[in-house]
């Protein structure tokens, strides 16, 4: 198992032996005449000398541990090293080479100080040495091969005088994660796919033969690739890989390269076999399910308050925001989505409450029924066993007139939840171009399972129409189209609302997977009073307008009941007296003709005259 340098410390009595060792290898490439056989003399005891330190617990050891030196390969490295700490050891090497601008060793150096060894010069610093593989040592080639210069990177030299921080190439994007109590996995390359992130991440942990880990997404260059893997191997880390596009040959080819790491990578899906490194593996599946309470503990410090459904990695995520949320967690969960969903979504933040909304007791109780379907989805399908396949998603299906509260319902169960709305723009949805509208929704879809919203169709009967007969090829992509929204909603684990003035017009298909249908008809009279009263707020200087006489006499929605109210306030306004019952019959009667309806004398009874003028 790899060793952490976190549990070592480099101090002067361990650096000694390399200096010894450095000085006495050194020395002996100058020896020259008398001096050869005691420098060689004094170069063996030095190497004896520091083979006894590296089973000793120090920094040097660990790191000789952790890249699976052998002890040829070790002493090269201390003897570079010692080159780059010790001036004097620096102005040595320059005699050596009779050139003061060279004082680091070379390969023709190296090459004498394995003579009489059972190792060469390519075996320890080739291609594919070790040295090389864990990104310790470079080669810069300048001039013939003997003339190369052995240069240690600076990583490694921070490294033995105790800089514990990471590579500046990687640190921006990769996180350590510590289990200390954790006992390390048996494996040096697991594959762990799932859908939820962290558990891929949790499961590929407690898989791999390490106990702390660098975890970062693919990296792109190979210079990253190289801090990685040096990182790794001073630190004694295994690595995660979270996938999320296929392996790249950069990737393979480290991977296949670095056997001394405890690798894991994690995809959602598997992968290809042509895309894997060339080495054993095995292959772990990771369960997805509810958070467990130490996982909410962890990142929210208070398990009692899982009023949302989120995956572990959302709530990961969550856990990142939620003190700079002020502790809010509603607030928290709403920042999973923004960005790529509000460019093809109008974000809607809730509020308004149950008291804005008037409906019939039955109706009313089957929005209730749909924010208890969602809060208690953890006791029926975690606690309780119910199957959640296809999905654990919650569709429901909003009918009737434009202005009946469809938009309004849907904001009102988000709020309940502590969810935003996301309204989709279908102009920046719908593409007359073959395969657009689906790549648009596919990522609709996709950011919206990143976060936890509500997704709310309006004018659902533009995208959810029902299929036709194939006569051309129009007909053929928007019944693709249609079947395409079918699958994606079946597999969507989220809350979706759909709303639409023409039910007739869903494909029946949808309505097969509909789990709460709700009809939205134009308000009777009572309901249509509490509406008027409620659009009149107490602070507003309401003088003998009669709700009862506007309610009973004009068939209208909220939505234009809203309307009316507020031109009528304007008229008041812009008058400067209070609200009176002409400024509301004038603005009612405009409200209708806008919406194309003839004024009726019978209608408007003694108010008629006041109606007629305001055409």
């Given at each position: 198992?790899?060793?952490?340098?976190?549990?070592?410390?480099?101090?002067?009595?361990?650096?000694?032996?390399?200096?010894?060792?450095?000085?006495?290898?050194?020395?002996?490439?100058?020896?020259?005449?008398?001096?050869?056989?005691?420098?060689?003399?004094?170069?063996?005891?030095?190497?004896?000398?520091?083979?006894?330190?590296?089973?000793?617990?120090?920094?040097?050891?660990?790191?000789?541990?952790?890249?699976?030196?052998?002890?040829?390969?070790?002493?090269?490295?201390?003897?570079?090293?010692?080159?780059?700490?010790?001036?004097?050891?620096?102005?040595?090497?320059?005699?050596?080479?009779?050139?003061?601008?060279?004082?680091?060793?070379?390969?023709?150096?190296?090459?004498?100080?394995?003579?009489?060894?059972?190792?060469?010069?390519?075996?320890?610093?080739?291609?594919?040495?070790?040295?090389?593989?864990?990104?310790?040592?470079?080669?810069?080639?300048?001039?013939?091969?003997?003339?190369?210069?052995?240069?240690?990177?600076?990583?490694?030299?921070?490294?033995?005088?105790?800089?514990?921080?990471?590579?500046?190439?990687?640190?921006?994007?990769?996180?350590?994660?510590?289990?200390?109590?954790?006992?390390?996995?048996?494996?040096?390359?697991?594959?762990?796919?799932?859908?939820?992130?962290?558990?891929?991440?949790?499961?590929?942990?407690?898989?791999?033969?390490?106990?702390?880990?660098?975890?970062?997404?693919?990296?792109?260059?190979?210079?990253?690739?190289?801090?990685?893997?040096?990182?790794?191997?001073?630190?004694?880390?295994?690595?995660?890989?979270?996938?999320?596009?296929?392996?790249?040959?950069?990737?393979?080819?480290?991977?296949?390269?670095?056997?001394?790491?405890?690798?894991?990578?994690?995809?959602?899906?598997?992968?290809?076999?042509?895309?894997?490194?060339?080495?054993?593996?095995?292959e772990f599946v990771a369960e997805g399910g509810e958070p467990t309470d130490q996982e909410w503990q962890d990142n929210i410090?208070?398990?009692?308050?899982?009023?949302?459904?989120?995956?572990?990695?959302?709530?990961?995520?969550?856990?990142?925001?939620?003190?700079?949320?002020?502790?809010?967690?509603?607030?928290?969960?709403?920042?999973?989505?923004?960005?790529?969903?509000?460019?093809?979504?109008?974000?809607?933040?809730?509020?308004?409450?149950?008291?804005?909304?008037?409906?019939?007791?039955?109706?009313?109780?089957?929005?209730?029924?749909?924010?208890?379907?969602?809060?208690?989805?953890?006791?029926?399908?975690?606690?309780?066993?119910?199957?959640?396949?296809?999905?654990?998603?919650?569709?429901?299906?909003?009918?009737?007139?434009?202005?009946?509260?469809?938009?309004?319902?849907?904001?009102?169960?988000?709020?309940?939840?502590?969810?935003?709305?996301?309204?989709?723009?279908?102009?920046?949805?719908?593409?007359?171009?073959?395969?657009?509208?689906?790549?648009?929704?596919?990522?609709?879809?996709?950011?919206?399972?990143?976060?936890?919203?509500?997704?709310?169709?309006?004018?659902?009967?533009?995208?959810?129409?029902?299929?036709?007969?194939?006569?051309?090829?129009?007909?053929?992509?928007?019944?693709?189209?249609?079947?395409?929204?079918?699958?994606?909603?079946?597999?969507?684990?989220?809350?979706?609302?759909?709303?639409?003035?023409?039910?007739?017009?869903?494909?029946?298909?949808?309505?097969?997977?509909?789990?709460?249908?709700?009809?939205?008809?134009?308000?009777?009279?009572?309901?249509?009073?509490?509406?008027?009263?409620?659009?009149?707020?107490?602070?507003?200087?309401?003088?003998?307008?009669?709700?009862?006489?506007?309610?009973?006499?004009?068939?209208?929605?909220?939505?234009?009941?809203?309307?009316?109210?507020?031109?009528?306030?304007?008229?008041?306004?812009?008058?400067?007296?209070?609200i009176f019952m002409d400024h509301a019959v004038i603005a009612i009667a405009r409200e209708l003709r806008k919406m194309g309806?003839?004024?009726?004398?019978?209608?408007?009874?003694?108010?008629?005259?006041?109606?007629?003028?305001?055409?």
């Amino acid at each position: 198992m790899a060793v952490s340098t976190a549990d070592t410390s480099s101090t002067s009595a361990e650096i000694e032996p390399w200096r010894r060792l450095g000085d006495a290898a050194i020395r002996h490439l100058r020896a020259t005449g008398d001096e050869s056989a005691p420098r060689e003399a004094g170069l063996a005891a030095a190497r004896a000398a520091f083979a006894a330190t590296l089973g000793e617990p120090t920094t040097f050891a660990a790191i000789v541990d952790n890249a699976s030196l052998t002890e040829a390969e070790a002493q090269v490295l201390a003897i570079a090293v010692s080159c780059e700490l010790d001036p004097h050891l620096a102005r040595l090497v320059a005699e050596v080479h009779d050139d003061l601008n060279r004082q680091r060793l070379s390969l023709h150096m190296v090459d004498r100080l394995l003579a009489g060894t059972d190792t060469t010069v390519g075996e320890v610093l080739g291609v594919d040495a070790a040295l090389r593989r864990c990104g310790f040592i470079d080669i810069l080639e300048d001039g013939p091969w003997a003339h190369h210069t052995v240069v240690v990177h600076p990583g490694v030299i921070w490294a033995f005088v105790g800089d514990a921080a990471m590579d500046p190439l990687i640190s921006s994007t990769a996180r350590i994660f510590d289990d200390a109590t954790q006992s390390p996995g048996d494996d040096d390359l697991v594959v762990v796919t799932g859908d939820d992130r962290v558990r891929r991440r949790t499961e590929a942990m407690h898989r791999a033969r390490a106990q702390r880990f660098i975890v970062l997404s693919q990296p792109t260059e190979p210079a990253v690739w190289a801090a990685v893997v040096r990182e790794a191997t001073l630190s004694g880390m295994g690595v995660v890989i979270e996938l999320d596009e296929p392996m790249t040959p950069e990737a393979r080819r480290t991977i296949t390269r670095t056997p001394h790491l405890a690798w894991a990578i994690t995809s959602r899906r598997p992968m290809a076999i042509g895309d894997m490194p060339n080495r054993p593996w095995l292959e772990f599946v990771a369960e997805g399910g509810e958070p467990t309470d130490q996982e909410w503990q962890d990142n929210i410090g208070d398990h009692d308050r899982r009023r949302h459904h989120l995956t572990s990695e959302q709530l990961d995520l969550v856990g990142r925001v939620f003190r700079a949320s002020h502790d809010d967690l509603d607030a928290a969960v709403r920042r999973l989505v923004a960005g790529p969903l509000e460019q093809l979504a109008q974000r809607i933040q809730p509020t308004r409450t149950w008291a804005d909304i008037v409906l019939s007791p039955d109706r009313f109780e089957h929005l209730r029924g749909i924010v208890d379907r969602y809060r208690f989805a953890t006791t029926v399908y975690d606690e309780w066993g119910f199957s959640a396949k296809p999905s654990r998603g919650l569709v429901g299906l909003f009918s009737g007139p434009s202005g009946t509260g469809k938009t309004l319902a849907a904001e009102i169960i988000a709020g309940e939840l502590g969810l935003d709305v996301f309204k989709l723009n279908l102009s920046a949805v719908v593409s007359k171009y073959i395969g657009e509208t689906e790549k648009n929704l596919e990522q609709i879809f996709d950011a919206a399972g990143s976060g936890n919203v509500v997704l709310f169709f309006d004018e659902a009967d533009s995208l959810f129409g029902k299929r036709s007969e194939v006569k051309d090829a129009r007909d053929r992509y928007a019944n693709i189209e249609v079947s395409y929204l079918l699958q994606r909603l079946e597999r969507y684990d989220g809350i979706v609302l759909l709303a639409t003035n023409y039910e007739k017009n869903i494909d029946e298909a949808f309505l097969r997977r509909i789990h709460a249908r709700i009809e939205f008809p134009v308000p009777a009279a009572p309901e249509r009073r509490q509406i008027w009263q409620r659009n009149f707020p107490a602070t507003a200087p309401v003088q003998d307008v009669d709700f009862e006489f506007l309610s009973e006499r004009f068939d209208m929605s909220g939505g234009a009941i809203r309307n009316a109210a507020i031109h009528a306030a304007f008229l008041a306004a812009t008058s400067g007296s209070p609200i009176f019952m002409d400024h509301a019959v004038i603005a009612i009667a405009r409200e209708l003709r806008k919406m194309g309806r003839l004024l009726k004398p019978d209608l408007f009874g003694p108010y008629f005259a006041l109606a007629k003028d305001a055409e």
